[in-house]
């Protein structure tokens, strides 16, 4: 199985540390998150693994390098322009494809879970959708809305009270859930992307809120997961806490 690890970004809330170094590589309880991310797709299945990198490519690319580790790596690098969540995808999109257009999961660097990722792919595999999104019931102040049949219909800012896309309004039968960052998506899914002008930089949620996409994204939502975004001092700790406990 495919994934890819959305390794690029800056990093500037766990600054000092990114000041020289990328966010990939921080430790999370004496481990690099990439590292723990890796490791994790490897023992769900995939084996056949894409990184991204920017900020400090060559560091996240010689770090690769000196592991031993049971499956492909290749990089896709960003380094002359960041590319955002969905210039990612369209950019990796020849390490990505394949003749049968073989779903592959996304993976954010600084999220650690307990979810079955092998078994979201399989989900994906069984309904057929061009993109299933893993979401949940948890505390988020931001979240995806969701029609009857989990398809996905919006997004909530909860703090700001807005919607998008613009003008959208909920239903009464809608139902709202917290992204967990993680997501399977098909090489399919980003030609639908460039065919509909997304180029450059642009993030993923700006083409799954887009009324112009012609894809079927859905939800898939599991209860009692373990969700925590490293990508935070707090949750950082937290984090480092759980695995030298």
Known sequence: MKAMILAAGLGTRLRPFTLKHPKALVPVGGVPM???V????IEE???DI????HHFADQIKDFLNSKRLNATILVSDESNMLLDTGGALV???PLLDSSDDSPFLVHNVDILSDAPLAGLVGHNMNTGADATLLVSDRDSSRRLVFDDDMILSGWHDIVSDRWRPEGFRP???????AFSGIYVARPSMIRDMISLGFEGKFGVMDYFLSPM???IVEGWCLENVGIIDIGKPATLSQANLSFLS
Do not use: P
């Open 34 to 36: 990439l590292e723990r």
């Open 38 to 41: 890796i490791t994790r797709l």
């Open 45 to 47: 299945g995939f084996d």
């Open 50 to 53: 894409v990184v991204n990198v």
């Open 91 to 93: 950019k990796a999109l």
């Open 171 to 177: 239903q009464a039968d809608n139902k709202e859930f």
């Open 213 to 215: 996409r012609h894809n």
